[in-house]
């Protein structure tokens, strides 16, 4: 079974360990800014893509000085993760307003 390769089980909980880190944050920091402006806002999505590119990078920093450690798995389980947290965490928290519509 795959799941049972100690260096596939610490790629798939560091990568979704490292998706979950990013997500949050970025998440937090869109929702302190949406009440700024919108300016303030669009500087803080930007900075969240830039956080999880950073984090992608540091993931493959990381993984490339771990023997023990898939980077196969590490890497598809932080895309996969970012993207699942994305569409959760993004559009449960950051809907657009449209009563007035």
């Given at each position: 079974?795959?799941?049972?390769q100690p260096a596939?089980?610490?790629?798939?909980?560091f990568g979704v360990?490292?998706?979950?880190?990013?997500?949050?944050?970025?998440?937090?920091?869109?929702?302190w800014a949406r009440?700024?402006?919108?300016?303030?806002?669009?500087?803080?999505?930007?900075?969240?893509?830039?956080?999880?590119?950073?984090?992608?990078?540091?993931?493959?920093?990381?993984?490339?000085?771990?023997?023990?450690?898939?980077?196969?798995?590490?890497?598809?389980?932080?895309?996969?993760?970012?993207?699942?947290?994305?569409?959760?965490?993004?559009?449960?928290?950051?809907?657009?307003?449209?009563?007035?519509?």
């Amino acid at each position: 079974m795959i799941w049972t390769q100690p260096a596939l089980v610490a790629g798939v909980r560091f990568g979704v360990a490292a998706a979950w880190a990013a997500s949050t944050a970025s998440v937090t920091w869109l929702l302190w800014a949406r009440e700024r402006s919108t300016g303030t806002f669009w500087g803080a999505f930007g900075g969240g893509m830039l956080l999880r590119g950073s984090v992608l990078g540091g993931l493959l920093l990381w993984g490339l000085r771990r023997a023990g450690t898939s980077m196969e798995a590490l890497l598809i389980s932080y895309g996969l993760a970012l993207l699942g947290l994305m569409l959760t965490l993004e559009i449960r928290h950051l809907r657009l307003r449209t009563d007035g519509l």
